[in-house]
């Protein structure tokens, strides 16, 4: 009776590290939102002088990074807030976490030493503040390193190797091609670091007070690892790094658990001692948990990024995809997308077209056609991964334009611009746009009804959104429920709420959006033969 009631009033915490803000979700034993905080780094701790989260340096090759001591300081805030919000902590049975995907942090050495004798009575930062032997990490929208990408598909014999290797070609954001680059640029402090972190297994090793080990959900966003064999590639280790394997440590399956909560969270926030932390792994993986994404379902989080992803039975590789193994089941996989104009891009046309006001995006949005008079339009404010362009391009009925002749033209040209693209490269996943398909939408912008209508007309497809539209970090806290009882992941989440829809297409949809996608593919070939005509002169 009595562990009765202790198992009906545990909780669980999941935490989200994305790109510009650290939040965390305190769950019931149902998976119900009891309580949630977050920090925002660039308001929040602007004394670390980050634009939307990171850090860009001009001086070296825009080179994108961000301090990791900030992440550290925003445990100590939000932990704060969550205890000002009224979490028990001492309730709080397992934590796991997701974090964004691909960014690496770099523990000197004798950093774990430091991590077993923390002193509950300072903060987190100012014990850490020395234990990073690179303080600002590259993270995901780093794409500097083309050299070391290069280097890395001609140690395995070249990008479709190394794609059916990994699960994905050479990536400049990848973690692999990262770490080569700072043994190439920072020798010392590469041969002063004890361990390398994903973002992700960085955020474990802080509540675990120890080094915790990558999962092989976010290890396969490394090209590093043999996503059949379900280990580090040798021949990639090499190519990167030496010395390599033992900084990275064995991965382990996403429900791993780790072990207890460092005594820091014990004694400074009475933490439970019997607290487990169980893995932490990537936001995309943590997305597809957060969601229950079933076969049939085409999910897109409208975040920051924009990224698409659908549950694979099997390694399918596709060329710019990237599969990676399944955070639920270690024997299945998932097909990730990733476009890095998403919403900031989104952002930048609200703000020039509609006065920095979504209620008047909208509006330009709902008073132009589905199909837009012809008008299509690309917007990269930097360089895209898919496909591989920068700029604005703008194309009417006939021709590529300067300019839009009208404010909504523009508007709708983006979102419709941005979905487009994604039906081509589901399509090449071999997911059957509009045939019984459906699509579910998280992330911040998937609060908004106008950009989901256009996004079930281009998709020819109902659209649905998650109740609570944080996947990530609910995923994560579902994956601490999960690893800790160890028991069936559809028993699990089985009291969830079902999807619910928000719009379906219209019937005239795929008549306009077949060919415009059709349209989309012959634009971007052309874009990209003009680049790399003009890299050749
Ligand atoms: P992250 O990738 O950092 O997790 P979020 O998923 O929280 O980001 O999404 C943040 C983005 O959501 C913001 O950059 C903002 O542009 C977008 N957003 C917020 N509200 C709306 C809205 N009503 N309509 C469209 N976009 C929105
Ligand atoms: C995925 C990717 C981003 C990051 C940041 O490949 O680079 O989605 O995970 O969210």
């Known amino acids: 009776m009595a562990e009765d009631n202790v198992t009906a009033n545990r909780t669980f915490l999941g935490f989200d590290l994305s790109t510009q803000q650290l939040k ?14 977050h ?5 929040d701790l602007p004394e670390f002088r980050t634009q939307g989260g990171a850090v860009i340096d001009k001086s070296d090759h825009h080179r994108i990074t961000a301090p990791t001591l900030m992440w550290v300081k925003a445990v100590d805030m939000v932990l704060d807030r969550l205890m000002m919000a009224g979490v028990d902590f001492s309730t709080v049975a397992a934590i796991s976490g997701s974090a964004q995907q691909h960014g690496s942090v770099y523990w000197q050495k004798g950093a774990s030493q430091t991590l077993l004798r923390l002193n509950p009575d300072e903060f987190l930062h100012q014990q850490l503040a020395h234990c990073f032997s690179v303080p600002d990490g590259p993270i995901w929208m780093d794409g ?16 479709e190797m190394l794609a059916a290797i990994t699960g994905s070609r050479a990536y400049e954001r990848f973690t692999g091609a990262q770490i080569a680059k700072i043994y190439q640029t920072k020798p010392d402090a590469y041969k002063n670091t004890e361990r390398i972190s ?31 064999a379900k280990r580090w590639h040798p021949g990639l280790l090499d190519a990167c790094a030496p010395g390599l394997e033992e900084r990275l440590g064995d991965p382990v399956p996403s429900n791993t658990v780790l072990g207890p909560v460092s005594p820091y969270f014990v004694d400074r926030y009475n933490f439970n001692p019997d607290c487990r932390v169980v893995a932490f792994t990537g936001d995309n993986p943590a997305s597809l948990m957060g969601m229950r994404l079933g076969e049939g379902w085409f999910a897109v989080s409208l975040g920051t990024s924009d ?7 099997d390694a399918k590789v596709v060329p710019d995809g990237h599969v990676l193994r399944n955070p639920v089941d270690e024997n299945s996989f998932m097909a990730l997308l990733c476009f890095e104009n998403g919403s900031l891009t989104r952002e930048r046309v609200r703000n020039a077209c509609a006065e920095r006001s979504w209620d008047i995006f909208n509006q330009l949005l709902d008073s132009t056609p589905r199909g837009n008079f012809g008008n299509l339009g690309l917007y990269y404010d930097v360089q895209e991964i898919l496909p591989k362009l920068e700029g604005d391009f703008r194309y009417n009925k006939t021709q590529r334009v300067a300019k839009f002749t009208s404010l909504e033209v523009e508007v709708r040209a983006c979102v419709e611009g941005q979905f487009i693209a994604k039906r081509a490269y589901a399509e090449d996943f071999g997911f059957d ?69 928000v719009c379906d297409p219209y019937p005239d949809a795929d008549e ?16 990209l033969d003009e680049k790399s005509s003009k890299l050749t002169k």
């Open 39 to 43: 920090v925002k780094f660039d308001t």
């Open 512 to 527: 306009i959006y077949a060919p415009m996608t059709l349209r989309y593919r012959h634009v971007v070939q052309e874009l």
């Open 144 to 159: 500097s390193t083309a050299q070391q990408c290069r280097q890395l598909e001609a140690a395995v014999g070249g990008a």
């Open 198 to 228: 994903l973002v992700s297994s960085f955020l474990a090793t802080i509540f675990l007070g120890r080094m915790a080990p990558i999962d092989l959900s976010d290890g396969s966003g490394m090209n590093l690892m043999d996503i059949g």
């Open 433 to 501: 746009v509009g045939r019984g398909t459906k699509i579910l939408a998280t992330g911040g912008a998937s609060k908004n009804k106008a950009i989901l209508q256009v996004l079930a007309d281009v998709f020819n497809s109902p659209v649905y959104v998650q109740k609570v539209a944080e996947s990530a970090m609910l995923g994560a806290a579902y994956q601490a429920k999960h690893g800790l009882t160890g028991e069936n992941w559809e028993r699990i989440t089985a009291s969830l709420p079902e999807p619910v829809k």
């Open 24 to 37: 965390v979700a305190a769950l019931n034993d149902n998976l119900e939102v009891l309580h949630e905080a």
């Open 307 to 313: 990224t698409a992803f659908l549950w694979l039975k």
